[in-house]
């Protein structure tokens, strides 16, 4: 089947990262609709700096006809994401790319490489209605935007990959969060045209590595541009008491909500550290 330039588009933003519907499976007695998980570095240690990956999962057997329209991933207060050497750069993006979502950009859409913050990929499953289900696959890259309001702003690009394949944008921040987190990495998807002549999406997995080591910034060093690989999130120097708590809360176009939390283990080489409040 061969879709209009337009709707495909449409289809790779929803999956992408959009929920407009799952399969019409029941659930009951499966698994949880939406599940978090977190890790650091294997050999990181407390008080160093690390990569930190961020892994949320979608039950496709779960059902909402609601498109997803925010994702918000809060962290532990202890952990230095904003002071980080993350996001030496700004990544500034007109309104009408957000707007539209759809973008025509290459590359990082003229923002500069100091300005990426994290890395990953997104699946999702096109179910046609024709019966076909199609996985779609796309790189995520999270970017530091203009501060405003004491709130670091977040663009955050996905490219699609396969089987359609466009590029799109949407905006965030980091925002403050009740103990016992301190921050909160939200992301806000505007509302796109219904397709459910043509098919339903239901994001799978949404993956996202801050500080990963792919990531590389470059400097000017006695006359010459030197790449090099910035420092992550910064680890306390011991580990808060039943260690790191991650939360991920869905909001939809419905006004619903899912949540889920997950604790991530002191880092092994550490975990002898004397616990702390």
């Given at each position: ?7 495909r588009?449409?289809?790779v933003?929803?999956a ?7 399969l019409?499976?029941?659930?009951a ?6 599940r978090?998980?977190?890790?650091f570095?294997?050999?990181a ?8 990956e961020?892994?949320?999962?979608l ?9 997803l ?6 962290y532990?207060?202890?952990l ?5 050497g993350l996001?030496l750069a700004t990544c500034?993006r007109?309104?009408a ?5 759809l973008?025509?950009?290459a590359?990082?859409g ?15 499953i ?6 076909q289900a199609?996985?779609?696959y796309a790189?995520v ?6 501060l405003?309001r004491g709130r670091?702003?977040?663009v955050?690009y996905?490219d699609?990959?396969?089987?359609f394949?466009?590029?799109l944008?949407?905006e965030?921040?980091v925002r ?5 987190y ?7 998807m ?10 339903t999406?239901?994001?799978v997995?949404?993956r996202v590595?801050?500080?990963?080591h792919a ?9 010459h541009?030197?790449?090099?690989r ?10 808060p008491?039943g260690g790191?708590?991650?939360q ?13 939390s ?6 092994r080489?550490?975990?002898s ?5």
């Open positions: 089947m061969r879709f209009r330039p337009r709707i588009a449409a289809l933003v929803l992408a990262l959009c929920a407009a519907g799952g019409d499976v029941a659930v007695g499966a698994s949880k609709p939406i978090v998980s977190a890790a570095d294997r050999d240690t407390l008080g160093s700096s690390t990569a930190l961020i892994v949320l999962r039950d496709p057997r779960w059902k909402t006809d609601a498109q329209t925010e994702v918000r991933i809060a532990p207060r202890s230095g994401v904003v002071s980080s996001g500034t007109p309104a790319d957000f707007a539209a979502v973008i025509d950009a590359g990082l003229g923002c500069p490489a100091n300005a990426v913050m994290g890395v990953g990929s997104a699946r999702a096109v179910r046609l209605t024709d019966g199609i996985p779609e790189t890259t999270v970017l530091s935007g203009a405003e670091l702003g977040l955050v996905v699609g990959q396969r089987p394949g466009a590029k944008a949407f965030g921040e403050g969060a009740a103990p016992p301190g921050g909160a990495l939200t992301v806000r505007p509302q796109v045209p219904a397709i459910k002549e043509l098919a999406i239901a994001l997995e949404l590595v801050l500080g990963s990531i590389r910034y470059y400097e000017r060093r006695r006359g541009t030197v790449a090099y910035p420092d992550g999130v910064q680890l306390p120097a011991a580990c008491l790191f708590r991650f991920a809360q869905v909001g939809f176009s419905d006004g619903s909500r899912r949540t889920a997950s604790v991530t283990p002191c880092p080489a550490v975990a550290a004397r616990a702390t409040r």
